[in-house]
Nanobody, 126 residues
């Protein structure tokens, strides 16, 4: 019931930065969560970061902690993933996901989300 539109992916050299955005359409949301996942070729989709929509609590995978920052602008129904100090191993398709209707399930697995963006490619060259 929610449409998520991602943007911001691209090609960047190691050490560079990108900011991904994820816009949720149709309404204002006051609760729930938004997360980011990524999937590299030949690998399963993995959790990257999470933010609670109301309180703004965040959690990061160890692989990106200290380099990535997740945020949200509730008024714009938009989430962001600021990615700094990018490494070649960050190369993947990045997906935003949301569960706005309620809190439930695990935020660190895809099953904890209902709505997904189309994915945006991030490629980090060495």
């Amino acid at each position: 019931q929610v449409q998520l539109v991602e943007s911001g992916g691209g090609l960047v050299q190691a050490g560079g930065s990108l900011r991904l955005s994820c816009a949720a359409s149709g309404r204002t949301f006051s609760s729930g969560r938004m997360g980011w996942f990524r999937q590299a070729p030949g690998k399963e989709r993995e959790f990257v970061a999470f933010i609670s929509w109301s309180g703004g609590s965040t959690y990061y995978a160890d692989s990106v902690k200290g380099r990535f920052t997740i945020s949200r602008d509730n008024a714009k129904n938009t989430g962001y993933l600021q990615m700094n100090s990018l490494k070649p191993e960050d190369t993947a398709v990045y997906y935003c996901a949301a569960r706005f209707r309620y809190y439930g399930g695990s935020y660190y697995t895809p099953a904890g989300y209902d709505d997904w963006g189309q994915g945006t490619q991030v490629t980090v060259s060495s």
